[in-house]
């Protein structure tokens, strides 16, 4: 079974600063995608990013960049110029693509962040 | 782009009542369906997932059921509510690979 570590249960950052959340997993799978999701006060999870694991580059989306460290299974989120409406808790999680519809989400327990003005 | 609409948006329910929550999909064809519970402080565990209509798979034993019998609706069901089904329940849709949607969830809870 996969497992997903998020080791930051709560950061706090100044308005526009540059920002790190991290998230490390396990698995013995060679492919599979990884995720982070953006769940502010009224609960809808938004997809902030997606990666695949085949590919080496890096996803980026505007503000918000990965680094993804395959060897190391290391998939962490940076914003860059963060803004109020970043605050939001964010959940970094796994798939693995097994067809037949076992492709269910395995998350994180979750980063609190918080963008102080 | 596809639309999750999940009703209703809260609930609260006595010990020993029914539940039937339910998710519609607009938007695709055919997606792949999820239910998701999301306890207090934590992240989300995933209850069920369909790939068709009348294809159910759980991913946990518990007290809660689902159904799917319309290609892009999901239901959530239970016989007799216990305090610890309490919490919120997402539904996602998944048509590309590697990508789930989410709805705005309902939030159960109960007494």
């Known amino acids: 079974a996969q497992t997903v570590t998020q080791s930051q249960p709560e950061m706090s950052v100044q308005e526009a600063e540059t920002v790190t959340l991290s998230c490390t997993y396990d698995?013995?799978?060679?492919?599979?995608?990884l995720f982070w999701y953006k769940q502010p006060p009224s609960r809808q999870m938004i997809l902030v990013i997606r990666?695949?694991?085949?590919?080496?580059q890096n996803a980026t989306e505007n503000r918000f960049s990965v680094n993804f460290q395959k060897a190391a299974k290391s998939f962490s989120l940076k914003i860059s110029d963060s803004q109020l409406g970043d605050t939001a808790m964010y959940f970094c999680?796994?798939?693995?693509?097994?067809?037949?519809?076992?492709?269910?989400?395995?998350f994180g327990k979750g980063t609190h962040l918080i963008i102080q003005p | 782009s596809q639309t999750i609409h999940q009703w209703p948006a809260t609930l609260v329910q006595p010990v020993g009542s029914p539940l039937s929550l339910e998710c519609t999909v607009e938007?695709?064809?055919?997606?792949?369906l999820y239910w998701y519970r999301q306890a207090a402080g934590r992240g989300l565990q995933l209850l069920f997932y369909?790939?068709?209509?009348?294809?159910i798979s759980s991913e946990v034993p518990q007290n809660l059921s689902a159904s799917r019998p319309q290609d892009r609706q999901f239901i959530l069901s239970s016989k007799k509510l216990l305090l610890s089904d309490s919490g919120f329940y997402l539904c996602?849709?998944?048509?590309?690979?590697?990508?789930?949607?989410f709805g705005p969830g309902t939030r159960l809870l109960v007494l």
């Open positions: 996602a849709s998944g048509r590309v690979p590697g990508t789930q949607y």
């Open positions: 698995t013995s799978e060679n492919n599979y995608y």
């Open positions: 990666q695949e694991a085949y590919k080496q």
């Open positions: 999680a796994f798939m693995k693509p097994g067809g037949g519809g076992a492709d269910g989400l395995t």
């Open positions: 938007g695709t064809s055919n997606p792949n």
């Open positions: 369909s790939v068709g209509i009348g294809q």
